[in-house]
């Protein structure tokens, strides 16, 4: 005799293989087969509903086809969905969980329609328990624990309640309590709970029953015996931490939280793993376990906020091969082999213009080719122009040229060693920096003009201090600190650069700005000498260092660089 349930799907096949039958016909829609379905399933109890839907589990190769996929998603969607809402979460687990394998398996990993891209929260899912003390059998001291144990339930169904600040207050005593409590009764790993754990695995997990929380504080300590029961109770902790520290797309902007909760949360998340290890049995396997699925959901979680782009990277495939084309091959001429070894290029100037070198990269490295012009050359004019004798206006100056400014700029990082040296002088505009610039240049260029210019800085009448001496005259070049001349300088000077400071009339906020920049001391020191030398401008001579070195007792620094100078 054949059962019930095979005589349902031998009719369920019949009667789906007419449908496929007439469908490739012409004579039904695609549409047809599901909505029969539906109708069935609609009409059959939950039990005789249980034995139809294991037929549309075996056939979920046939609604992925073509045929079917696109017309028939959505309406195995909604049958799915009206089954789940006929079925009880507690008493229909099972069959709850084939139809989320079999939407699983339906749809693609990137299908938005089954993703809770919101994270919204179930609030429908509410633990009742009794909250009247006075209705209490038991103990004040035994009904005060009871409410604080299930109360954390309604934070890990709504964690947004976490990030106001009365109720983490709340949720951070209440679970102190709990936790302090797992910690002081642990579970001790006998033989018996091993056996019924054989027991279990024997008889194929028939026999478990997923009921909803037993709130009863009658039961409270059964429960804190119960190791499935810990564990329930910890993961959820696991859970809500995990919310509570990721980053979710559709948080609110009021949903962070602070250094103290942060900490908290890291501590009591290290407690949590912890107390699993030392549930029995396979405690270290299950918190292992639990980390690990935790870690993916951070990628799922990831996933969803970038958007949740497909998993299936396109390949290009040429959809003609590539022929081999056939070159004709060319004269000997053409490519160079002749008796003169020419390049022809079809044009006589062009083919002038290849054969100018035998190598092509090497004459583009040719010193012909090199058209960057010389400082002197570059900065002849605005030199003129920074002379006061020749009157020319701010206005009109070269070195308010955008432009003029751009290409100096990019002359200076290739030519001048000033424009990498560091400086603690403040400028306004480019022009500014430019205008400093030139002031230096005109003082170390050679092929400058004889007549003499003058910086503009200085009172013409006063003390005539020029921008540019005559080229036999080197006196004022000596004058003038130069580089290498600072660099060894610091090198001697070292930590105690902060006592010649104060003979340079350095002001302390210049000092301050001068050891955020670097740590090392000579460079502090380098720092330092060219802070003052930026200040003083012309006046930053080798004879004015010498007297500030000599003030601060470095008199041995001041023969050394009083010595260096009269060999110049």
Not at 102 to 112: D, G, H, N, T, V
Not at 270 to 278: A, D, W
């Amino acid at each position: 005799m054949l059962s019930q349930l095979t005589k349902l799907k031998i009719c369920a096949h019949q009667a789906f293989a007419v449908l496929f039958q007439s469908l490739h016909v012409g004579i039904c829609s695609a549409t047809t087969p599901f909505l029969l379905l539906g109708d069935v399933l609609d009409c059959l109890p939950l039990d005789q509903c249980d034995k139809i839907f294991s037929f549309v589990e075996e056939n979920v190769s046939t609604w992925k086809s073509n045929s079917f996929y696109t017309a028939g998603k959505n309406y195995l969607l909604r049958m799915c969905n009206d089954l789940l809402r006929r079925l009880s979460k507690s008493q229909n687990t099972v069959f709850c969980g084939r139809i989320q394998l079999f939407l699983a398996r339906l749809f693609p990993l990137s299908e938005k329609s089954g993703l809770n891209l919101q994270s919204q929260f179930n609030l429908d899912n509410i633990t009742v328990f009794n909250k009247n003390e006075q209705e209490s059998t038991l103990g004040q001291k035994v009904k005060s624990k009871h409410l604080t144990f299930w109360t954390l339930q309604d934070y890990f169904r709504n964690p947004v309640q976490c990030y106001d600040k009365f109720s983490w207050m709340t949720f951070l005593k209440y679970s102190d309590e709990t936790l302090a409590v797992f910690k002081s009764y642990k579970l001790d790993d006998m033989q018996a709970s091993k056996r019924k754990l054989e027991e279990l695995r024997a008889t194929g997990g028939e026999h478990v029953y997923f009921a909803k929380f037993l709130t009863s504080e009658k039961l409270m300590d059964l429960q804190l015996s119960d190791s499935n029961f810990r564990r329930h109770i910890l993961l959820q902790y696991l859970i809500l931490f995990q919310y509570l520290k990721g980053q979710v797309k559709f948080k609110s902007s009021n949903s962070v939280l602070n250094d103290d909760q942060t900490t908290w949360i890291e501590e009591t998340t290290k407690l949590v793993y912890q107390l699993l290890r030392e549930i029995p049995p396979d405690g270290d396997k299950f918190a292992t376990m639990v980390e690990h699925i935790l870690n993916t959901e951070d990628n799922w979680n990831s996933w969803k906020n970038e958007g949740c782009p497909s998993f299936v990277k396109e390949r290009t495939v040429d959809d003609k091969p590539k022929r081999p084309t056939r070159k004709r091959q060319a004269p000997e001429d053409f490519l160079g082999k002749g008796p003169d070894r020419k390049l022809f290029m079809g044009n006589d100037e062009l083919t002038r213009l290849w054969n100018l070198n035998q190598d092509n990269m090497e004459a583009c490295k040719s010193d012909s080719r090199s058209f960057m012009p010389s400082l002197d050359e570059f900065f002849a004019e605005a030199i003129e122009q920074a002379d006061p004798a020749n009157m020319v206006e701010d206005e009109y100056k070269v070195v308010r040229n955008p432009n003029y400014g751009w290409r100096a700029l990019r002359l200076l990082s290739r030519r001048s060693p000033h424009f990498f040296q560091p400086t603690n002088q403040k400028f306004k505009s480019l022009a500014d920096y430019l205008d400093s610039m030139v002031s230096k240049l005109a003082k170390e260029l050679p092929d400058i003009p004889s007549e003499e210019i003058k910086t503009g800085e200085e009172d013409d009448d006063d003390n005539g201090d020029n921008l540019l001496k005559d080229s036999n005259d080197s006196e004022f070049e000596y004058k003038m600190v130069t580089n290498q001349q600072m660099d060894d300088m610091a090198a001697k000077l070292g930590a105690q650069w902060k006592t010649l400071a104060s003979h340079l009339e350095m002001k302390a906020a210049e000092l301050r700005e001068i050891e955020t920049d670097s740590e090392d001391v000579d460079m502090q020191a380098k720092l330092l000498l060219v802070a003052w030398q930026d200040r003083e401008g012309t006046q930053a001579t080798v004879d004015n260092l010498v007297t500030a070195l000599n003030a601060a007792g470095f008199s041995q620094i001041a023969d050394s660089l009083s010595e260096n100078n009269s060999r110049r």
